[in-house]
C-alpha cells in the first residue's frame, strides 16, 4: 500500500535558522507529492506541490524537490520566522478512483524568537 | 479560488443526539468530497469519500450507520454523528476536488465536543 513517512517532531528552531523536515514516501506507481500547513485550531492549507519527478514546488520561501530516485520530497526553508509555527504534513495522492491523500503523521515546527 | 467552508466551526452537544455538519465548496463544484478525522496531536484519518449523488465509500473501520454522509448536490456534502457518544469528540475536516484536479483543498474543520 501507499505510505508516508516523516520525520518526528516537534522541531524548535530560533528565527532565521534554517529548516528541513524530512519526508520519504512508498507508493505503488508515480504520485503526486504535497506538504500541508496546519495552524493551530484551524483546517490544512496546501503549502507545496510537485507532480512529477525532479519538480520543485515553493511557496513563501518553502521548497520542496520531488526526487524519485530516493522516495524523497523533504521540505526546507532558509530562514523561519515565527509565524512559520504550525504543523507540517506530507502527502501524496495516486488516482485509485478519487485521488485519496495518504497523509504523514504530522511534524509540529515551533519557532522561537 | 477553491475556499470550502464548514458549518459549525465548533459544536458541544449532550451525548446520545445526532450533530450535522455541512461542507461546501463556494467556489467550484466539487465531484468529490473528503471527510476526515483528526485526534488532538495526530494526523488526519480518512472517513469516507463520496462522489455527487451517489453513496459514500467509507474507509475500513468506520461505521456507516453512525457518520451518515450525503453529497446531494455539486456544492454542499454533510456529515451526521448520529448518536454522538464523547468517544466521537474530534476535529473533522472536509476538504473537496473537482473533476480533472487531483488536488483537494479543505475546509477549516469541526471540532465536535460531546458532553
Known amino acids: 500500500g501507499n505510505s508516508v513517512t516523516q520525520m518526528e517532531g516537534p522541531v524548535t528552531l530560533s528565527e532565521e535558522a534554517f529548516l528541513t523536515i524530512n519526508c520519504t514516501y512508498t507508493?505503488?506507481?508515480?504520485?503526486?507529492l504535497f506538504w500541508y500547513v496546519q495552524y493551530p485550531g484551524e483546517g490544512l492549507q496546501l503549502l507545496l506541490k510537485?507532480?512529477?519527478?525532479?519538480d520543485k514546488g515553493s511557496n513563501k520561501g518553502f521548497e520542496a524537490t520531488y526526487r524519485k530516485e530516493t522516495t524523497s520530497f523533504h521540505l526546507e526553508k532558509g530562514s523561519v520566522q515565527v509565524s512559520d509555527s504550525a504543523v507540517y504534513f506530507c502527502?501524496?495522492?495516486?488516482?485509485?478512483?478519487?485521488?485519496?491523500?495518504?497523509f504523514g503523521k504530522g511534524t509540529k515546527l515551533s519557532v522561537i524568537p | 479560488g477553491a475556499v470550502v467552508s464548514q458549518h459549525p466551526s465548533w459544536v458541544i452537544c449532550k451525548s446520545g443526539t445526532s450533530v450535522k455538519i455541512e461542507c461546501r465548496s463556494l467556489d467550484f463544484q466539487a465531484t468529490t468530497m473528503f471527510w476526515y478525522r483528526q485526534f488532538p496531536k495526530q494526523s488526519l484519518m480518512l472517513m469516507a469519500t463520496?462522489?455527487?449523488?451517489?453513496?459514500?465509500?467509507?474507509e475500513q473501520g468506520v461505521e456507516k450507520d453512525k457518520f451518515l454522509i450525503n453529497h446531494a448536490s455539486l456544492t454542499l456534502s454533510t456529515l451526521t454523528v448520529t448518536s454522538a457518544h464523547p468517544e466521537d469528540s474530534s476535529f473533522y475536516i472536509c476538504s473537496a476536488r473537482t473533476a480533472g484536479d487531483n488536488e483537494q483543498f479543505f475546509g477549516p474543520g469541526t471540532r465536535l465536543t460531546v458532553l
Open positions: 502527502a501524496l495522492n495516486l488516482w485509485a478512483g478519487s485521488y485519496q491523500l495518504t
Open positions: 463520496s462522489n455527487e449523488g451517489s453513496k459514500a465509500t467509507y
Open positions: 510537485a507532480t512529477k519527478a525532479d
Open positions: 507508493a505503488t506507481g508515480y504520485p503526486s
